[in-house]
C-alpha cells in the first residue's frame, strides 16, 4: 500500500528500455546524450540520470547550473553540458564540478576565459551555433545581407582561440523536427554542417557535433553526427506523428494517481467548486481528489478534464482548485474513499495519455510532464505498473 494520497509512479525499467530502443536506432555510433533538464521533465532528475547511465547514455544535459550542480551532489560523475547561460561570477562552479558549459557569443565567452586564466584552468564548452531555432547560438542561418556562414565560422574560431576554454564540441537545435516536412530540418543540419567546413578549412575541428533531438534522432538519421540529444523520447512519449509511425518502441514512464478522499451524494442541480461555475444534471456521486493547479494539474481542466477509475473515465466537475479538484464519479459502481485515480499515464484498466490531456490544454505533453510540482511524491518502480500494487 502506497501512503500517499497522490504520486506519481516513475518507471525507471521504461526509462531503461526506451533509451536501449532509441540507442538500436542510432548511425555511425553516435552517441546519446539522455537530457534530464526540468526534473527530468518531472520525472526526477537524479534517479532519472543514475537509470539513464546504467542504460548506455554517455553523458547528460540540463538547462541550467543549479541543476548539473544537484547531479553533481548526488554523485553523478558522468560529462553534463549545461544548455543554457550561466552567469560569469559562477565560472568556480563550472571549474570544480567539471561541468561543460554551452558558449554562443565572443563576449560572454572571452568572460569565462578571463576567470578560467586567473584560476589556472580551463573551463569545457560546447559551441552553439544557431542554425535557424532564433534562440540560442551564434547567428549562423543564411542572411542575404551578409555572409553568415563566414561570420559566423569567425566568431566560433574566435572563442575557439581562447585559451582557457576547452572547446570540445559544438551543436545546434532544429526548430522544426517534430513537423511531417523534414526539409527545415535538412536546410538546418546543411547550414551547420557548412559552418563546420568553413571552420575545418581553418583547422578547427570538433570531437563532438550534435543536434538532433528526439524527433530528428527517431525521423532523421543523417542528424545524427557524433551524438544525439533525445528528451521526451526517453520518457516514453512520442514527440511527433512521424515518429509515432516509426517502429521505434516507446513506453509512457510515469503514472500520475490521485486516491478519493471524500465522497458526496448529490441532487440533480448542485453546483460545485469555486464560483459554482458547474451544476449537476443528475443525482450522482461526486469524488474529491487531491490534486489542484499547485501539483501542475492546470486549472484550464475545470470542467474540461478527465480522470480515469477502473477504466471509467471520470470528468472534472467545476473549477480545479489549488490542492483539489472534483469529479463525477456516478457512473462508477460503488466508488470508493480510498481508490485510486488514474490522472493520466496507465494502470490495469488501460492507458490515458499525457498527450491527450496536453491536447484538451491546446499545449504539448511536455509542458503537462514537466510542471508536476515538487509537491507530489515520485515512486520509482522498475517494472510494469500491476492493479495489486495500489
Ligand atoms: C530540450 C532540448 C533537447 C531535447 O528535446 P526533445 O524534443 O525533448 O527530445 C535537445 N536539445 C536542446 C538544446 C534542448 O533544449
Redesign the pocket.
Known amino acids: 500500500m502506497i501512503p500517499y494520497d497522490v504520486w506519481a509512479e516513475i518507471n525507471l525499467a521504461a526509462i531503461a528500455q526506451n533509451i536501449r530502443n532509441l540507442r538500436a536506432g542510432l548511425t555511425n555510433n553516435a552517441r546519446l546524450?539522455a537530457?534530464v533538464?526540468?526534473n527530468a521533465?518531472g520525472h526526477g532528475a537524479v534517479p532519472v540520470a543514475r537509470q539513464a547511465v546504467a542504460a548506455g547514455a554517455g553523458c547528460l544535459?540540463v538547462?541550467r547550473l543549479a541543476e548539473a550542480l544537484e547531479l553533481r551532489y548526488a554523485g553523478l560523475s558522468c560529462p553534463i553540458l549545461i544548455?543554457?547561460h550561466t552567469p560569469p561570477e559562477m565560472a568556480g562552479k563550472l571549474m570544480a564540478f567539471d561541468l561543460i558549459q554551452?558558449v554562443y557569443a565572443y563576449a560572454d565567452a572571452r568572460d569565462l576565459d578571463r576567470r578560467a586564466q586567473a584560476d589556472g584552468r580551463t573551463i569545457r564548452v560546447h559551441v552553439?551555433i544557431d542554425t535557424g531555432m532564433g534562440r540560442?547560438g551564434v547567428a549562423g542561418w543564411p542572411d542575404s545581407s551578409r555572409d553568415a556562414c563566414g561570420e559566423a565560422a569567425e566568431e566560433v574560431a574566435a572563442i575557439c582561440g581562447l585559451s582557457g576554454l576547452r572547446a570540445e564540441g559544438v551543436?545546434t537545435?532544429f526548430a522544426t523536427?517534430?513537423s511531417p516536412d523534414p526539409a527545415g530540418t535538412r536546410r538546418q543540419l546543411e547550414t551547420f554542417l557548412q559552418i563546420l567546413s568553413a571552420l575545418e578549412r581553418r583547422g578547427i575541428t570538433f570531437s563532438v557535433r550534435h543536434a538532433?533531438?528526439?524527433?530528428a534522432?527517431i525521423n532523421l538519421p543523417e542528424t545524427h553526427l557524433d551524438m544525439v540529444?533525445?528528451?521526451?523520447?526517453?520518457?516514453g512519449c512520442y514527440?511527433s506523428h512521424e515518429a509515432q509511425q516509426s517502429g521505434v518502441h516507446l513506453e509512457p514512464a510515469m503514472s500520475l494517481r490521485a486516491r478519493i478522499v471524500h465522497l458526496k451524494r448529490v441532487d440533480s442541480g448542485f453546483r460545485v467548486s469555486y464560483g459554482w461555475t458547474e451544476q449537476t444534471r443528475e443525482k450522482t456521486l461526486i469524488a474529491t481528489v487531491p490534486i489542484g493547479y499547485a501539483d501542475g494539474y492546470d486549472r484550464h481542466f475545470s470542467s474540461r478534464g478527465r480522470m480515469s477509475l477502473r477504466g471509467f473515465p471520470v470528468p472534472v466537475i467545476g473549477r480545479v482548485c489549488m490542492d483539489h479538484t472534483m469529479i463525477d464519479v456516478g457512473a462508477v459502481p460503488d466508488a470508493a474513499c480510498g481508490e485510486p485515480v488514474l490522472v493520466f499515464g496507465r494502470d490495469t484498466r488501460g492507458t490515458l495519455a499525457a498527450d491527450h490531456l496536453a491536447q484538451a490544454l491546446g499545449t504539448i505533453h511536455?509542458e503537462v510532464l514537466s510542471r508536476i510540482s515538487a509537491r507530489i511524491p515520485r515512486i520509482y518502480k522498475s517494472g510494469l505498473p500491476k492493479g495489486n500494487d495500489i
Request: proline share 7%; aromatic share 16%; hydrophobic share 45%.
Open positions: 546524450m537530457v533538464k526540468a521533465y544535459a538547462a544548455f543554457g554551452t552553439k540560442l551543436y537545435h523536427a517534430d538532433a533531438n528526439s524527433a534522432a540529444r533525445p528528451g521526451i523520447s526517453i520518457y514527440p511536455y
